[in-house]
């Protein structure tokens, strides 16, 4: 059973760096991309970030480029977001989400995480 | 930037047919996604490629495509259909950005 399970989540200052993880399992996590998707209190999905299954591709949102990091650990099974100068407007859920094993770039998301809650206030 | 229009909600009858639309400029040349939402829970996809079902989703979970518009629909709607339905695709100018619609309200009355 594939199983996404995000961490790290939690309140901090605007201004301030939060990692988060997602440990995968029940499938290779190495021969797939990877993404993190977030949704702000009571509005809609956005798509933040994808890393392909060896790293050497990584896109982000315009909202989140030079101040996010995506990475993997493939010998952990394991996906990161380091998220630095962090926004009030950055409040949201934030899930793990697996790309399905289509070969190339499959363009949407098979397995999602149950997300970890980024508050940022003062 | 590349947007997706969903209306923010669709109020159907128990047994009746909802048809949720999506519209987008790039989706005659990008395929569509459709994701469920509950309340307090993740995103689950109950169609890809614009019509495909995935292993588990219900028959009774369909989707279409005609030019720049997109269509889930929900035949014999059930109380458990009551959700938030959000379609996904992506910018077709080759910058791998992904878009989600605003999201569709599905009632059960």
């Known amino acids: 059973e594939v199983q996404l399970v995000e961490s790290g989540g939690g309140l901090v200052k605007p201004g301030g760096s939060l990692r988060l993880s997602c440990a995968a399992s029940g499938f290779t996590f190495s021969s797939y991309s990877m993404n993190w998707v977030r949704q702000a209190p009571g509005k809609g999905l956005e798509w933040v970030s994808s890393i392909s299954s060896s790293s050497s591709y990584i896109y982000y949102a315009d909202s989140v480029k030079g101040r996010f990091t995506i990475s993997r650990d493939n010998a952990k099974n394991s996906l990161y977001l380091q998220m630095n100068s962090l926004r009030a407007e950055d409040t949201a859920v934030y899930y793990c989400?697996?790309?399905?094993?289509?070969?190339?770039?499959?363009?949407?998301?098979?397995?999602w995480g149950q997300g970890t809650l980024v508050t940022v206030s003062s | 930037s590349y947007e997706l229009t969903q209306p923010p909600s669709v109020s159907v009858s128990p047994g009746q047919t909802a048809r949720i639309t999506c519209s987008g400029d790039?989706?005659?040349?990008?395929?569509a996604y459709w994701y469920q939402q509950k309340p307090g829970q993740a995103p689950v996809l109950v169609i890809y490629?614009?019509?495909e079902r995935p292993s588990g989703i219900p028959e009774r979970f369909s989707g279409s495509s005609s030019g720049t518009t997109v269509t889930l629909t929900i035949s014999g709607v059930q109380a458990e259909d009551e959700a938030d339905y959000y379609c996904?695709?992506?910018?077709?100018?080759?910058?791998?950005?992904?878009?989600f619609g605003g999201g569709t309200k599905l009632t059960v009355l």
């Open positions: 989400a697996r790309d399905p094993d289509c070969g190339g770039d499959c363009g949407y998301f098979d397995y």
């Open positions: 490629k614009d019509s």
């Open positions: 790039a989706l005659p040349k990008q395929y």
């Open positions: 996904q695709s992506a910018d077709s100018s080759g910058t791998y950005i992904r878009v």
